[in-house]
Nanobody
Framework: QVQLVESGGGLVQAGGSLRLSCAAS????????MGWYRQAPGKQREWVAT?????NYADSVKGRFTISRDNTKNTVYLQMNSLKPEDTAIYYC????????????????WGQGTQVTVSS
C-alpha cells in the first residue's frame, strides 16, 4: 500500500508565503510525476503544478509558486509566495507510482489534503 501525507498548510495574510510538503511512503518501486491540485469551496478541483523531469504550472500561479522534489525522500514541495485570497483552497498532492517493479502498472495516488487560507 502507498500513502501520501501532506503538511505545511495554514492561515497566512495576503502577500505572505507557505511551503507545502508531501511525502510518499509504502510499497514504492519508482515515482514518475508528482504534483499538486487544489479545490476551493464550491469549485472543482484544479491542477496547480507538476514535476516530471521538467516542471509545469497553471497560469494562475506561474511566477509565484515553485514545485520541487527530493527523490531521496520521495517528497514533493510547493513553495507558495505572494499569496492571494483566491489561493485559498484545500491543496492535494498526487504521485504516479510503480509499486513492485519496472513492469508493474503506474497508479496515481492522492494525499488527504491540507487547508491553505489566505486572508485579505
Amino acid at each position: 500500500q502507498v500513502q501520501l501525507v501532506e503538511s505545511g498548510g495554514g492561515l497566512v495574510q495576503a502577500g505572505g508565503s507557505l511551503r507545502l510538503s508531501c511525502a510518499a511512503s509504502g510499497s514504492i518501486f519508482s515515482i514518475n510525476a508528482m504534483g499538486w491540485y487544489r479545490q476551493a469551496p464550491g469549485k472543482q478541483r484544479e491542477w496547480v503544478a507538476t514535476s516530471a523531469g521538467n516542471t509545469n504550472y497553471a497560469d494562475s500561479v506561474k511566477g509565484r509558486f515553485t514545485i520541487s522534489r527530493d527523490n531521496t525522500k520521495n517528497t514533493v514541495y510547493l513553495q507558495m509566495n505572494s499569496l492571494k485570497p483566491e489561493d485559498t483552497a484545500i491543496y492535494y498532492c498526487n504521485a504516479d507510482i510503480r509499486s513492485s517493479d519496472r513492469y508493474s502498472a503506474v497508479n496515481r495516488y492522492w494525499g488527504q489534503g491540507t487547508q491553505v487560507t489566505v486572508s485579505s
